[in-house]
């Protein structure tokens, strides 16, 4: 059961809390990985940039998942 009084997790957080810490890296490193500025990346996770498909794309990449990995997760979580 999907809990519906609750706000949806936002992708940046996803990130942080299911790949960055347990991975040990930091949002220097995922930046670098990515090819792109460490501020796409800190904005994505404090939540002041939404996903988009080309950064789905770059994080699916590095971290080894899928495009619709990161494209589903605000479907998922506000079903």
């Known amino acids: 059961m999907i809990p519906t009084h609750r706000e949806p997790s936002h992708p940046g957080e996803i990130l942080v809390e299911e790949f960055l ?7 220097i490193a995922l930046a670098e990985k990515m090819g792109v500025s460490l501020q796409r990346v800190n904005t994505l996770i404090n939540g002041k940039r939404d996903m988009t498909a080309e950064t789905a794309i770059l994080l699916a990449r590095v971290l080894k998942t899928t495009p619709q ?11």
């Open 21 to 27: 810490r347990p991975l040990g890296m930091s949002q």
């Open 69 to 79: 990995f990161w494209l589903n997760q605000i479907g998922r979580a506000s079903c």
